[in-house]
Nanobody
């Protein structure tokens, strides 16, 4: 099955930027959608962004629209989340996932990365 490995999290000040990476191995996934979720302590997991793997059409939650950019590199089997203008509210563990797209949201996610911590100080 597909395995996902995340990297790129860290500590930044408000207004700063980070780029998260999610590398996939174990399967080809041209027919899959990929995306990002985040979860803060005590909060439910929240959809952030998704992308159709073959075409690259992006979808975003309203909370990150205009600040985050999702992309993928098919040759490297890697997905990215470029996060700009970060806010303290963006602080969370970010997870990449593989699933399907439904109304612009990643659903039926069967495979998850281990998560990477993003902390934004004010």
């Amino acid at each position: 099955q597909v395995q996902l490995v995340e990297s790129g999290g860290g500590l930044v000040q408000a207004g700063g930027s980070l780029r998260l990476s999610c590398a996939a191995s174990g399967r080809t996934f041209s027919s899959y959608a990929m995306g990002w979720f985040r979860q803060a302590p005590g909060k439910e997991r929240e959809f952030v962004a998704a992308i159709s793997w073959s075409v690259g059409n992006p979808y975003y939650a309203d909370s990150v629209k205009g600040r985050f950019t999702i992309s993928r590199d098919n040759a490297k089997n890697t997905m990215y989340l470029q996060m700009n203008s970060l806010k303290p509210e963006d602080t969370a563990v970010y997870y990449c996932a593989a699933g399907t797209l439904y109304n612009g949201i990643l659903v039926n996610a069967r495979t998850w990365g281990q998560g990477t911590q993003v902390t934004v100080s004010s």
